[in-house]
């Protein structure tokens, strides 16, 4: 019975390896193909940004990654100058008036995150995974206590794994639901990990990026999320 046992943990072993050297041979290759693919997106939207308010053209911050490994994050300014400077680091909604209109563009489409193929081609991020957060972010509760992400129960679970640009999350919960709540979907997405999960939720982004619709997805999250759930 022990040896059954042993035999079956070792063969789960081997599949999460498999699985992990396959990821990150899918976000090497892709990703550096994407770069250089994307090439001409890039132009037009640097050139589109600096002509609507003579800007900066990327926008950059410092992220937590795996185990809470800093490191910075760019990508294509989508609010005024200084947005954070004038209210502070709010979660922007789809109808703030801190978005440009080329910003608009580019959040519908998820455009503004092409940077950051860069940062998942050397390893700090993949293509799938929990959203990286800010070192030490805080959210504000309906009663106005502040709450610090890193003490909120699964935090740590998700800390353990790479982040990513899209996920369950990223595509299944509301905009505008308080980032605390959405590590329910990456801590499902952790428990239920494979290759073929990532492809999947992988062709959901591009589809959803086709459609230009990241600014009002989620809400028809019940019936899918319950999908993944059992899969």
């Given at each position: ?102 910003g608009r563009w580019l959040r519908a489409t998820a455009m503004d995150e ?11 991020m993949s293509f799938v995974g929990p959203r990286a957060l800010r070192p ?96």
């Amino acid at each position: 019975m022990l040896a059954g046992s042993g035999r079956g943990e070792a063969e789960r072993s081997w599949a999460v390896r498999l699985d992990l050297v396959a990821k990150r041979t899918f976000d090497v290759a892709v990703a550096g193909a994407g770069l250089l693919a994307s090439m001409p997106v890039w132009l037009v939207a640097a050139l589109a940004i600096r002509l609507e308010d003579g800007g900066p053209v990327f926008y950059s911050q410092e992220r937590a990654g795996k185990h809470g490994r800093p490191f910075r994050v760019y990508k294509f300014r989508s609010m005024v100058p200084d947005a954070e400077a004038r209210v502070g680091a709010l979660q922007a909604s789809a109808d703030d008036p801190r978005i440009t209109r080329t910003g608009r563009w580019l959040r519908a489409t998820a455009m503004d995150e092409l940077p950051q193929l860069w940062s998942i081609f050397v390893g700090d991020m993949s293509f799938v995974g929990p959203r990286a957060l800010r070192p030490g972010e805080i959210e504000i509760e309906g009663d106005g206590r502040a709450v610090a992400l890193e003490d909120v129960p699964g935090y740590a679970e998700r800390a353990s794994v790479t982040p990513g640009l899209t996920g369950l999350a990223q595509i299944y919960a509301r905009r505008d639901l308080p980032r605390r709540q959405k590590f329910r979907y990456d801590r499902l997405y952790i428990r239920r990990r494979s290759f073929w999960l990532d492809m999947r939720l992988m062709m959901l982004s591009f589809w959803i990026s086709f459609r230009g619709r990241w600014e009002d997805r989620g809400h028809k999250v019940g019936r899918r999320r319950r999908k993944i759930a059992r899969a």
